[in-house]
């Protein structure tokens, strides 16, 4: 077997896209989701990690950008892996713990990038209406990785 030089090499690796999302919750279990202006579900705040940033970076990044507020960001909560679709190729998600938020600081939260209309807390009985099935599922490995004191790995599809 001949081995390809280099530069063909790492130019033939396969590209992985990534997004990384925060999970904030209030004292009660309720879920912080933010209602996008480009897709019709509600989604965790968070979004495409960039070229050359890292998951946790594009984490703090999002929130700053789609909450406003600046928060020390968690530890990691889950990673999906997940398989090419219709439209998106194989990606992995990342899910950070953001920690508690309490009803008055959504309400004071203030909306100026043009993608998020708004936020707010969800009951896990009403999240499948409000989301796709795979963020559910990584919601529930979230809180399961903050029960068990360590990352989640999920492989949805």
């Known amino acids: ?12 690796l396969p590209r992985k896209r990534m997004a990384a999302g925060v999970l904030f919750r209030d004292d009660a279990g309720r879920v ?3 209602e996008p202006s480009y897709k019709p579900y509600w989604d965790l705040p968070g979004g495409t990690v960039d070229a050359e940033e890292s998951p946790w970076a594009a ?3 999002e929130v700053r950008e789609e909450l406003g507020i ?3 960001r968690g530890d990691l909560l889950v990673i999906d892996h997940r398989k090419s679709g219709d439209r998106l190729p194989e990606g ?8 508690l ?24 009985d009403e ?3 409000k989301t796709r099935p795979s963020l559910v599922a990584r919601i529930d490995a979230a809180f ?4 068990g004191g360590r990352p989640v790995l999920l492989d949805t599809q």
Request: charged letters at 25%; a negative charge.
């Open 1 to 12: 077997m001949d081995l390809l030089p280099f530069d063909e090499y790492v130019a033939a």
């Open 92 to 99: 992995l998600y990342f899910v950070f713990d953001g920690g």
């Open 32 to 34: 912080l989701l933010v």
């Open 127 to 129: 999240l499948p209406a």
């Open 101 to 124: 938020i309490t009803e008055a600081e959504v309400a004071a939260l203030t909306f100026t990038d043009p993608e998020i209309l708004s936020a707010r807390l969800f009951t896990r």
């Open 70 to 72: 600046e928060r020390p």
């Open 59 to 61: 984490a703090t990044r």
């Open 144 to 147: 399961e990785a903050q029960r």
